[in-house]
């Protein structure tokens, strides 16, 4: 029997998909570390990034911050920051909170580098007039610098992600649920159909979710504003 056809068997068998083991259920927690850690990174990112690109400063740094959080090479983090925490927490914690660790840290980056640059590309011209007006900065950056921003801010979101989703596949290798467990445990028992379904899965899993986040964003994006970012 061929990997395509076990992988297709794999897929198409009701067991794979029912009970606490089934694609259904494992994609759920998969989707739950994942929104955790985005939210999480958003929360820190964000700010950074508005704060940043309004006031020019710290450039130099949000950029390094982005280049080293990128280089972190996400395995070691996981199994250090296990080490770690064990001995002082209890039950799933002390395996969730390393890997929303390095997931947060992976999202980081382009959330925070989509902000920044967001800000700083706001039309110069509205900015003044803004301003000219009477406006305070803080009224400044809400109402014009963030509504300006959103396109790349979005586009960081979406980046982050999809770097999410493939990355949280890595919370299986220290025992815990999501789509990463296919791949692990079809490993170790040879199944392939088990492991190239689950690749399967979580491609269609990180394709469904940047297609939601890309209708929130023309939701709350101006059109003319999402034309402009992407010439």
Same mark, same amino acid.
């Not at 382009?110 to 640059?117: D, E, Q, R, V």
């Given at each position: ?29 998969? =989707?739950?570390?994942?929104?955790? $850690? #985005?939210? &999480?990174?958003? *929360?820190? @990112? /964000? +700010?950074?990034? %508005? ?41 799933? =914690?002390?395996?969730?909170?390393? $890997? #929303?660790? &390095?997931?947060? *840290?992976? @999202? /980081? +980056?382009?959330? %925070? ?48 992600? #999809? ?69």
């Amino acid at each position: 029997m061929n990997a395509l056809t076990e992988t297709w068997l794999w897929l198409t068998d009701p067991a794979s998909w029912s009970g606490a083991g089934g694609i259904v259920s494992q994609s759920l927690a998969h =989707l739950r570390y994942s929104f955790i $850690a #985005l939210l &999480v990174a958003a *929360l820190i @990112a /964000v +700010p950074v990034g %508005l704060w940043v690109g309004h006031t020019g400063r710290g450039r130099w740094l949000a950029v390094n911050i982005a280049g080293g959080f990128r280089a972190i090479p996400s395995l070691g983090v996981l199994f250090i920051a296990v080490l770690l925490l064990l001995p002082r927490m209890r039950g799933e =914690l002390a395996f969730e909170l390393p $890997a #929303l660790i &390095v997931l947060v *840290l992976l @999202a /980081v +980056p382009p959330i %925070l580098s989509g902000t920044y640059a967001g800000v700083q590309a706001t039309d110069g011209a509205a900015r003044d007039a803004a301003r000219g007006m009477g406006m305070t900065g803080s009224q400044v950056l809400r109402q014009v610098e963030v509504p300006g921003a959103l396109p790349l801010i979005m586009s960081g979101v979406r980046a982050a992600m #999809l770097q999410i989703i493939g990355t949280a596949t890595i919370a299986a290798i220290v025992g815990l649920g999501g789509l990463g467990r296919f791949l692990i445990d079809g490993l170790a028992s040879r199944d392939y159909g088990q492991m190239a379904g689950g690749a399967l899965v979580v491609a269609a899993v990180a394709l469904l979710v940047d297609q939601a986040i890309a209708l929130v964003q023309r939701l709350v994006v101006s059109p003319g504003l999402s034309v402009h970012a992407a010439h």
